[in-house]
């Protein structure tokens, strides 16, 4: 088995940042995904400079909240009147499944903008991944893997599917197909960052992975959110300490 722990968030907020740099020094986890479109963007770009881990350091695209890099999807319902994320993608809506042709070539822009941002920021191309997951809705999978085609990148995060014992019916028959077109890529450009499975610590802790036999021989990718709360590295989302740390 091997388990990858890739930490999401990088460039959120400066405790973000600080718990992502500490967790990649000390090895805790294997890798990073970078939002270029928030404000503390900069300074996760110098610290990942300074502590030579650029190659740790993947894309994490954001359609979700903060300002976009491009003006054509601020004046759609993707965003509010301020010219923000108003977390469509995250939420019930149909946006989840189809865009107009205004949208979608707005987000095919704001997307590849984000790319070629990442790029110029001097990281080298590898993994790519999203906030709250909008790369995997019908109406955005198609471009993303679209433009990773296009720049090159080694891999795609899955669709979550654990624990496998929850996902079910409909659910997992998306599932299903969404990660038979991101094991595709991922297979043709990189078999080295393929995962056959994805979920949160919290996913992977309940099912029980590291001891389950249909586990031993495949590659997981683990997703944890740090963040420094009272001098202590814990989960974003769970509130839950993560690493038992040195």
């Known amino acids: 088995m091997q388990i990858i722990i890739n930490a999401d968030d990088f460039g959120l907020s400066k405790d973000v940042n600080e718990a992502i740099d500490i967790c990649i020094k000390k090895d805790y986890i294997q890798r990073t995904t970078l939002m270029v479109n928030m404000p503390q963007t900069l300074e996760a770009v110098k ?3 300074d502590g030579g881990y650029l190659n740790k350091v993947g894309l994490h695209i954001n359609l979700i909240e903060g300002i976009p890099l491009t003006p ?3 004046k759609t319902e993707l965003c509010n009147e301020n010219g923000e994320f108003k977390g469509t993608f995250f939420k019930v809506s149909t946006h989840r499944i189809w865009l107009t042709k205004k949208e979608k070539d707005a987000v095919i822009e704001e997307i590849e903008s984000q790319i070629k941002k990442y790029k110029e920021l001097g990281f080298p191309i590898m993994h790519l991944d999203s906030h709250q997951h909008s ?19 080694k891999s795609i995060r899955l669709s979550r599917n654990i624990p496998q014992s929850e996902i079910k019916g ?3 028959s998306y599932k299903d197909f969404v990660n038979r077109k991101i094991i595709s890529f991922n297979k043709i450009f990189n078999h080295q960052y393929e995962s056959q499975f994805f979920g949160s610590k919290r996913d992977c802790e309940y099912e029980n992975v590291r001891n389950k036999k249909e586990y031993e021989n495949a590659t997981i990718e683990m997703m944890v959110h740090p ?3 009272n001098g202590m590295i814990i989960d974003n989302f769970t509130g839950l300490k993560l690493f038992d740390e040195n």
């Open 47 to 49: 610290l990942a400079k």
């Open 135 to 153: 790369h995997v809705n019908i109406s955005v999978l198609f471009i993303v893997l679209k433009l990773a085609k296009k720049y090159g990148f």
């Open 72 to 74: 054509d999807i601020k």
């Open 227 to 229: 963040v420094i709360r």
């Open 170 to 172: 409909i659910k997992k």
